[in-house]
């Protein structure tokens, strides 16, 4: 359900797909949805995973402190 109280329906999903943002690698499950205008939307689901966040919408910023596992 989207803000519109909307359904969309959902006909593939895509689990732990690397995508990087300003350089940091994330793995994040994407699921397909009928909507235009955006590349990726952000869920709930992922932005819970990162903890406190700070969000500036006047200069339509994040801010979160991302710990990057070496495998080391």
């Known amino acids: 359900m989207v803000g ?12 732990a797909v690397s995508i990087s943002v300003q350089g940091q690698q994330f793995s994040v499950d994407l699921i397909n949805l009928p909507i235009t205008g ?13 903890g406190p966040i700070s969000t500036d919408y006047s ?14």
């Open 38 to 50: 955006a590349d990726i939307v952000l869920g709930v689901q992922w932005l819970k995973a990162l």
């Open 59 to 72: 200069s339509l910023t994040m801010t979160f402190l991302h710990l990057a596992f070496s495998g080391m």
């Open 4 to 15: 519109n109280d909307n359904l969309l329906e959902c006909d593939s999903v895509f689990p």
